[in-house]
């Protein structure tokens, strides 16, 4: 085949690959929030085998020889052209693929099942003992796959590229050190203000038909598109993207803390504005899906702090929210905006505020790094949580669900994710200070438009910049053209030493 | 491969195929149900795409390879072990569908979508002329199927097998004859008779909220199991089996007439406690489905008639209905069951009593038989429909949306799939006489179980004779092993004879 053939071929090849994928999304989804409880075991089977299909598809040989012919013409173009970026993403994916061995991929998808069942069964007692052999074994599985995939660094670099693509430990560790030199002193001064926050209004009792219209007016006010779009109760909230058209967020509610679901529906809407601004033209190809795990929490991240814990926003929504909830009327603006952000160094890092979350996440890092060069061993992980955690929040864990048993993900196989948080939280930053910048005004400039319910301009300048692209940039070079800057923590520190210097009025 | 490895392998690619096709199903559901609007380009493309890959799985070469080889060894054996009755039925869907060139299914898929657009858009006007070059289109691409298929009778066998496996018009005549024959006088009698309904009892005003209870109580109350099920609202109910332990029910509520919510729901759990009845252990291969739509529909018109419909069951419901239904407080038992089998001549088949109901679908197979023999064009339907809607029933459409052009089956692609209708009833009464003769008491004895609220032994009884066996029998032999009779008009007119003459004091 001559290489534009190649290219068709491979480009049909990928759309179908991916109507299976979605078909897999709509599974999960359906799982998480409709399916009747007898269904779970015929599903788990349904997935695995369609997941086996799309491996296969996905390592098809067919595909290596079409890549070798469209690479050659197609890359001589303009890198960043659709052509030359799908041919460049579909390699990366191919050779990630092939490289590990299919005895390998099905351990470790393995692994990761029973390490998340042992984990479910293990944590509440804080069952190290029980638990440990299955860290074990994930932990040696993910080394294996890690030296199978290839590294120029070290081997974090492999796992963490198949979240971040491009990113490495020692692209990060500069950064997030001087994110933590300056965390920790604004975090001392935050606490040792005399303002205090008074929570107790959010854990007024609010109905939950009252929540969900609070989750759904929140959603559709930043410009989650309903006609596009669902929102449902779950578990464990997430966002997934069905297709174009077709983007759904989930929230969790709890009677008796509303700014839970609210939060948690408005971070998922984040990550759905990002997914309904994706070109649906693109469906299938690598310039129709997100770039990367950090790029899309930057977008919830975004959204959820940056705009909906701002004065602005409950200046515009505190009157409408008292619409839908009785417990919010007569409660004072400014007791409510420093109740949803108050600070205060805590064991979990998802009930984390903005100021300590990537505290949590630079112990995780610390922790896999080490785990990765060889230098800790599963074993010794519990002391070495909790010295991190005492050293960067100054805390001790009294069990190990509160501590290294806390977190599903290292039992559910995923290690080299974790920095994609505190990722997205640096980009988020970088973002909003360059669309305050651009559309005028600064911070305050946004403030203001929040306060007007205006938040369509934010959105259309990240749909611009970001959400446009899908993958045709690589992560750090599409935060380039949005940003004119590097990846730093700069910017964050600027945002939340403003806002919390105002907030607590330091 | 040795015999036993070519069956292993074909089943284990039967399995995988059957994932796909459940997650279609899902597909389905979710579009009628759950779906955003926005999503629908993308699901109808998904859908295409999945359905092509279904399509090239099962016309797959290396099936028939495999089949050959486990033929010839299985096939000696006992013709309905699970292994011979797999090989038999994939052998059956293998050739049906290598026979159908690829060109012809594309178009006849391709006839049915964009017929079923231009009845929807030309039925509110009746407008025969612009629909009529569709349905040319249909038949004729039809009639090339039943060419391409083969057939030992004539066309239209070759159609009907698909929806009835082994059933053919010759098969079907005399027995659809001798029921027109009986039927016509049985409906002068009841139109003569003085006792007349009071059908207005079922509009009055029940809020939806009600009517969903009354459907899920009435759902649970014959067996369908929730734990491995769900009810939701569609335009147009239906039944789907996802997977063993998830099998999902839909149906349609109006505000002023709860009866066609109940009973469409009941309907609906007919078709999913048959479902929920096939054993999960033989998902994928012809073991774990269902046999025929014929068979099908025997048990929803049996759970619908002759359980849901009869005084017994209203007996045991009536003051649980009144519980969840206000307007049902007070109805007297004979006023209700009268009610809601009211027996009116009707030019909707939908809409159609359990008397004439019959009549409608005899219409319709006479005018298949001319279409497929060729004795009748598509250009003259509309004359013949009148006619012979005026002889079976006396009446005369007004307009052809009423008449011809009701029914979107035809324009959908669907010819020689309404005798399956008639047929599930023959079937249903069959069943229901010897399912009374073993359970002890015949229709007396079943009423008087209904009456308790004791619905589980004649589930029990559908589940041994019926729905354990999936596809193991064809639908005539499972029906002589349950009932010890051949096809027969003669227990559906003795069911109705004896429940009219009662109910209308014949």
């Not at 009747?36 to 369609?50: D, F, I, K, N, T």
């Not at 969790?252 to 070109?279: C, K, M, T, V, W």
């Amino acid at each position: 085949m001559p290489p534009r053939e190649s290219y068709d071929w491979l480009r049909a090849h990928a759309v179908e690959t991916a109507y299976i994928g979605s078909a897999l999304a709509l599974l999960h989804w359906d799982q998480s929030t409709k399916m009747p409880a007898a269904g779970h075991a015929h599903r788990a089977a349904q997935v695995a085998s369609l997941t086996g299909l799309l491996h296969a598809r996905r390592t098809d040989p067919r595909v290596g020889e079409a890549l070798a012919k469209a690479r050659a013409e197609l890359l001589r173009d303009d890198p960043h052209s659709e052509l030359a970026a799908n041919v460049r993403e579909w390699q990366r994916a191919y050779d990630r693929a092939v490289r590990i061995p299919a005895d390998l991929a099905v351990a470790t998808a393995r692994a990761a099942a029973l390490g998340e069942t042992a984990w479910q069964r293990a944590r509440p007692g804080s069952d190290w003992r029980s638990f440990l052999p299955y860290l074990e074994e994930i932990v040696r599985l993910r080394r294996e796959e890690a030296e199978a995939v290839g590294y120029a660094g070290e081997p974090y670099d492999a796992l963490l590229d198949e979240y971040e693509p491009g990113e490495t430990a020692a692209g990060l560790e500069p950064v997030l050190a001087g994110l933590r030199r300056e965390l920790v002193p604004l975090l001392d001064r935050i606490l040792g203000a005399p303002r205090r926050p008074d929570r107790t209004l959010l854990s007024r009792h609010v109905p939950l038909e009252a929540q969900r219209a609070l989750c759904r007016e929140a959603a559709a006010a930043i410009g989650f598109d309903f006609e596009a779009g669902r929102l449902d109760s779950t578990a464990h909230p997430f966002s997934t993207r069905i297709g174009p058209g077709d983007v759904r967020i989930t929230t969790r509610y709890n009677e008796h803390a509303f700014d839970e679901a609210l939060f948690g529906a408005i971070h998922e809407a984040g990550h759905a504005l990002y997914s309904q601004g994706i070109p649906g033209a693109h469906f299938g190809t690598p310039c129709g899906v997100s770039v990367s795990l950090g790029v899309h929490e930057s977008q919830s991240r975004l959204w959820e702090n940056m705009v909906a814990r701002s004065r602005g926003f409950w200046r515009h929504f505190l009157p409408r929210a008292a619409g839908h909830v009785a417990a919010l009327e007569g409660v004072a603006l400014d007791d409510l905006v420093l109740a949803v952000n108050a600070v205060r160094p805590s064991l979990i890092r998802t009930e984390a505020d903005e100021v300590t979350y990537n505290l949590h996440v630079l112990l995780r890092f610390g922790l896999e790094l080490a785990l990765l060069r060889g230098q800790l061993q599963p074993r010794d992980l519990p002391g070495a949580w909790d010295e991190a955690m005492r050293s960067l929040l100054g805390l001790t864990p009294p069990e190990l669900a509160d501590g290294v048993m806390q977190d599903v993900h290292w039992a559910a196989g995923l290690v080299g994710y974790f920095p994609t948080y505190t990722l997205g939280n640096l980009y988020a930053a970088q973002l909003f200070e360059a669309a305050g910048r651009e559309l005028g005004g600064g911070a305050q400039g946004l403030d203001e438009r929040f306060a007007a319910g205006e938040f369509a301009s934010l959105l259309e300048w990240l749909r611009a910049k970001v959400h446009v692209h899908g993958s045709r940039y690589a992560p750090r070079e599409l935060m380039r053209r949005a940003t004119g800057a590097e990846l730093d923590h700069g910017a964050f520190m600027r945002y939340l030493t403003a806002k919390y210097e105002a907030l607590y009025g330091l």
